[in-house]
């Protein structure tokens, strides 16, 4: 069964300052997807990894994605009080007959202090 | 603009009343999916569904029920709402290509 962990599940920092949310899975999957969920909100795409080294950047956040030690790692940098929100990680599950599901992380919920 | 709705937004109702979540989505995605969300919580696949009538339950176990006649309507219907079924109801669809899924804007349902 494939389980998605992430850590920290909650995060506080401050602005200006650098960390990572940590995305661990346990079975083979190549496909992983980053999701950002403002308080009362719908979830909102953020990155489509699709391949094993892949990494993607935009603004502030850059995600990369090790399926060999499945791994995915979401990097913050330089936080502003704008990406305070909830960040989740999800895999893709491949049943028999190509069917799929996504299985996502619990989420983190980060905040930026001024 | 390819997109995809949910209606109602927000919805308080009684106990025992049959109600309808509609989602709808012009992305022309086989695959829809609902998601059951406690604020501030994990999300919960309760339905999903790979085409035209075909529909499946998901991970958890909901007294909800699904139907798919259009490829791009997946209505959730609760037949008599209850207090326990009060939460955020999420609706998706997804690219065949890489298996991203969109999301809908939500339906937050309270059951009084």
């Known amino acids: 069964e494939l389980k998605v962990e992430q850590n920290p599940l909650f995060l506080s920092m401050q602005e200006g300052k650098n960390y990572t949310i940590y995305c661990n899975y346990s079975t083979t999957s190549d496909r992983l997807y980053w999701y950002r969920q403002d308080p009362g909100k719908s979830l909102e795409s953020l990155f489509v990894l699709l391949s094993n080294g892949a990494v993607k950047q935009e603004g502030r956040l850059m995600a990369s994605l090790d399926t060999k030690a499945r791994l995915s790692t979401l990097h913050i940098t330089a936080a502003v009080h704008d990406l305070s929100a909830t960040y989740f990680c999800?895999?893709?599950?491949?049943?028999?007959?190509?069917?799929?599901?996504?299985?996502f992380g619990k989420g983190t919920k980060l905040t930026v202090n001024p | 603009e390819a997109d995809i709705y949910q209606t109602p937004r927000y919805l308080v109702i009684g106990t025992g009343k049959k109600i309808t979540l509609e989602c709808s989505q012009t992305m022309g995605h086989d695959k829809m999916y609902w998601y059951q969300q406690d604020p501030g919580m994990e999300l919960h696949l309760i339905h999903y569904?790979?085409?035209?009538?075909?529909?499946e339950k998901g991970d958890l176990s909901s007294e909800s029920t699904v139907s798919r006649i259009r490829t791009e309507h997946f209505p959730l219907t609760l037949e008599s709402a209850r207090p326990s079924h009060t939460s955020q109801y999420l609706c998706?669809?997804?690219?065949?290509?890489?298996?991203?899924?969109?999301f809908g804007p939500g339906t937050r349902l309270t059951v009084l």
């Open positions: 999800a895999v893709d599950r491949v049943l028999q007959g190509g069917s799929e599901k996504l299985v």
């Open positions: 569904s790979y085409g035209v009538n075909s529909t």
């Open positions: 998706a669809s997804s690219d065949p290509r890489g298996g991203e899924q969109f």
